[in-house]
């Protein structure tokens, strides 16, 4: 017989790899990034509410979860295999909004703290009499649990009544599906009427899929029809592999019409009577709890693997929109340098005030022209970086992720955060023309400020400033004119390569706020490695 291995390193391997799982996201609309979203979750609740959980705990009590769909008459079946009223039932759908769990009384501490579903509230609901009915007081909410005790269940034995798998409450829907991965037992319930529905089926096809303990429930058949249609059910099991699920028929009875009875005992005598056996039999029991534990450790092999390689497609997706930035802020620095060795900003507007100066033109608005030119340079190719990466941006799905689409705000304000640096540089290097003049005695001192225009017109001008460099050596000598030269052109590259820096980074911000990278896909098949490896030792 298949028993549960509890060994420490098996749990430590399965916390390591649970913690691998979360980590990981999936922030780019990519083809299969909504599914890996779906698989990550469904992941999640079955580790952190079933596996985990149980196999630090095998002593707790075996959790049956009855779902199904709408109007399949869940609570009343729960109600009826408690014997009194624990979960409400109606013609209200839908009636289960908040799920409701029912144990033995001695066992009300294994459901008190967080061991399962630990994120749920608890509201509890006092024991009463096997006679009284028991109907848990409370605001719906689909973040809590209600657990009720009820002594006419055995010890070892605890139901969940879940809500609507296909709720019209997407919230509930969601709900719906995390309890089911927390059970040991999934009691699929469905009716005579809705049997061949899609919903049903996809539930138990996922059971199949993980192996887990399955029981079905045909409810609400009529007695005229209940030969036809639990044979033509069963065919439908066992064409779809199932037909080895245990299989209890309850018939359409007054009480069950409006949802708010309790059916005779004889209608889930053999329901109770599987259930009762399979919590008392310890054989069974644990062959109960081995099958659905190593069915859900049997389908990581194949889970984290598709989980790996979306996580890689989210990294290649954004390393292609990363490198667009790149590319395009690559081409404009060179672009930039280019253009300010050949002296393009020397053209317009600072051209002509150059050929004025200093007869008909003051130092002051030379300078003035010549940053105005040089931020026009600026925005110019930081623009057309932009407009390079949207391009390219246009043909990756990625690049329509929410945090990512449509024009970057900032962008508006580039034209001033270029204005502010370029301006900086022009007060940097003012200073720097004071400090060569500094040396010359007060009344032979040449004018700061058209040292400084003289040496950004060098800078600046290219060939078209020659005259520039030998008024300033004029000015100032050859040794000043080279050194303020020399320390102004290192001022200007750094404070083009800090504009240009920094809109590189504007537009690589919200990409890096999504933090995709190449980890998930390594760590999640090294942790599944040595999960295997401590499965087998």
């Given at each position: 017989?298949v028993t549960l291995d509890v060994r420490p390193q098996l749990l430590d391997a399965l916390s390591e790899l649970r913690d691998r799982v979360a980590a990981a996201r999936f922030p780019l609309p990519l083809a299969g990034a909504p599914r890996a979203r779906a698989n990550r979750d469904e992941l999640l609740a079955q580790l952190d509410d079933?596996?985990?959980?149980?196999?630090?705990?095998?002593?707790?009590?075996?959790?049956?979860?009855?779902?199904?769909?709408?109007?399949?008459?869940?609570?009343?079946?729960?109600?009826?295999?408690?014997?009194?009223?624990?979960?409400?039932?109606?013609?209200?759908?839908?009636?289960?909004?908040?799920?409701?769990?029912?144990?033995?009384?001695?066992?009300?501490?294994?459901?008190?703290?967080?061991?399962?579903?630990?994120?749920?509230?608890?509201?509890?609901?006092?024991?009463?009499?096997?006679?009284?009915?028991?109907?848990?007081?409370?605001?719906?909410?689909?973040?809590?649990?209600?657990?009720?005790?009820?002594?006419?269940?055995?010890?070892?034995?605890?139901?969940?009544?879940?809500?609507?798998?296909?709720?019209?409450?997407?919230?509930?829907?969601?709900?719906?599906?995390?309890?089911?991965?927390?059970?040991?037992?999934?009691?699929?319930?469905?009716?005579?009427?809705?049997?061949?529905?899609?919903?049903?089926?996809?539930?138990?096809?996922?059971?199949?899929?993980?192996?887990?303990?399955?029981?079905?429930?045909?409810?609400?058949?009529?007695?005229?029809?209940?030969?036809?249609?639990?044979?033509?059910?069963?065919?439908?099991?066992?064409?779809?592999?199932?037909?080895?699920?245990?299989?209890?028929?309850?018939?359409?009875?007054?009480?069950?019409?409006?949802?708010?009875?309790?059916?005779?005992?004889?209608?889930?005598?053999?329901?109770?009577?599987?259930?009762?056996?399979?919590?008392?039999?310890?054989?069974?029991?644990?062959?109960?709890?081995?099958?659905?534990?190593?069915?859900?450790?049997?389908?990581?092999?194949?889970?984290?693997?598709?989980?790996?390689?979306?996580?890689?497609?989210?990294?290649?997706?954004?390393?292609?929109?990363?490198?667009?930035?790149?590319?395009?802020?690559?081409?404009?620095?060179?672009?930039?340098?280019?253009?300010?060795?050949?002296?393009?900003?020397?053209?317009?507007?600072?051209?002509?005030?150059?050929?004025?100066?200093?007869?008909?033109?003051?130092?002051?608005?030379?300078?003035?022209?010549?940053?105005?030119?040089?931020?026009?340079?600026?925005?110019?190719?930081?623009?057309?970086?932009?407009?390079?990466?949207?391009?390219?941006?246009?043909?990756?799905?990625?690049?329509?992720?929410?945090?990512?689409?449509?024009?970057?705000?900032?962008?508006?304000?580039?034209?001033?955060?270029?204005?502010?640096?370029?301006?900086?540089?022009?007060?940097?290097?003012?200073?720097?023309?004071?400090?060569?003049?500094?040396?010359?005695?007060?009344?032979?001192?040449?004018?700061?400020?058209?040292?400084?225009?003289?040496?950004?017109?060098?800078?600046?001008?290219?060939?078209?400033?020659?005259?520039?460099?030998?008024?300033?050596?004029?000015?100032?000598?050859?040794?000043?004119?080279?050194?303020?030269?020399?320390?102004?052109?290192?001022?200007?590259?750094?404070?083009?390569d800090r504009v240009m820096h920094r809109e590189r980074e504007r537009r690589l911000a919200p990409l890096d706020a999504l933090d995709v990278n190449a980890d998930p896909q390594a760590e999640i098949i090294a942790a599944l490695s040595v999960l295997q490896k401590e499965r087998c030792p």
């Amino acid at each position: 017989m298949v028993t549960l291995d509890v060994r420490p390193q098996l749990l430590d391997a399965l916390s390591e790899l649970r913690d691998r799982v979360a980590a990981a996201r999936f922030p780019l609309p990519l083809a299969g990034a909504p599914r890996a979203r779906a698989n990550r979750d469904e992941l999640l609740a079955q580790l952190d509410d079933y596996l985990v959980p149980r196999l630090r705990e095998p002593a707790a009590p075996l959790l049956a979860v009855v779902g199904g769909s709408t109007g399949a008459g869940k609570s009343t079946l729960v109600n009826s295999l408690v014997g009194r009223r624990v979960s409400e039932a109606g013609v209200l759908r839908p009636t289960t909004r908040t799920p409701v769990l029912v144990c033995h009384p001695e066992d009300h501490h294994w459901f008190s703290g967080l061991r399962v579903l630990p994120d749920l509230t608890r509201v509890w609901a006092p024991d009463q009499d096997a006679g009284d009915d028991l109907l848990v007081s409370g605001e719906d909410s689909p973040r809590a649990l209600r657990v009720v005790t009820a002594d006419t269940l055995p010890r070892g034995l605890a139901l969940l009544d879940a809500p609507d798998i296909d709720s019209l409450i997407a919230e509930n829907r969601v709900l719906a599906a995390r309890l089911i991965c927390a059970a040991d037992v999934w009691v699929m319930v469905t009716t005579a009427a809705r049997y061949a529905d899609a919903i049903p089926w996809h539930l138990l096809r996922t059971a199949k899929e993980y192996d887990a303990t399955l029981v079905s429930v045909l409810d609400r058949v009529p007695h005229q029809v209940v030969s036809e249609v639990s044979r033509h059910y069963g065919a439908l099991l066992t064409k779809a592999g199932l037909g080895d699920v245990p299989r209890f028929t309850v018939p359409e009875l007054p009480e069950s019409a409006w949802g708010g009875g309790l059916l005779p005992a004889s209608a889930v005598a053999a329901l109770r009577t599987w259930l009762v056996h399979h919590v008392q039999d310890s054989g069974d029991r644990q062959q109960v709890l081995a099958r659905t534990a190593h069915g859900l450790l049997d389908s990581l092999k194949s889970r984290l693997p598709e989980l790996a390689g979306a996580a890689a497609a989210q990294y290649a997706a954004a390393l292609r929109l990363t490198s667009a930035i790149d590319g395009a802020y690559d081409s404009e620095d060179e672009r930039v340098r280019g253009r300010l060795k050949s002296g393009a900003v020397l053209a317009g507007d600072a051209l002509k005030r150059w050929r004025a100066f200093p007869l008909d033109c003051t130092a002051g608005e030379l300078l003035d022209a010549l940053v105005e030119s040089l931020a026009s340079l600026l925005v110019c190719s930081v623009t057309a970086a932009d407009e390079r990466i949207d391009e390219a941006w246009r043909r990756e799905p990625a690049a329509d992720a929410p945090a990512l689409a449509g024009r970057d705000p900032s962008m508006e304000n580039a034209e001033h955060r270029i204005g502010l640096a370029v301006r900086r540089w022009r007060r940097e290097l003012e200073e720097y023309a004071e400090d060569e003049v500094r040396e010359f005695d007060r009344n032979g001192a040449p004018d700061s400020e058209a040292v400084a225009a003289l040496v950004a017109t060098v800078l600046l001008g290219g060939r078209r400033a020659r005259n520039a460099g030998e008024g300033l050596a004029q000015r100032i000598g050859p040794h000043g004119a080279l050194r303020l030269r020399d320390r102004a052109g290192r001022l200007l590259t750094e404070h083009v390569d800090r504009v240009m820096h920094r809109e590189r980074e504007r537009r690589l911000a919200p990409l890096d706020a999504l933090d995709v990278n190449a980890d998930p896909q390594a760590e999640i098949i090294a942790a599944l490695s040595v999960l295997q490896k401590e499965r087998c030792p």
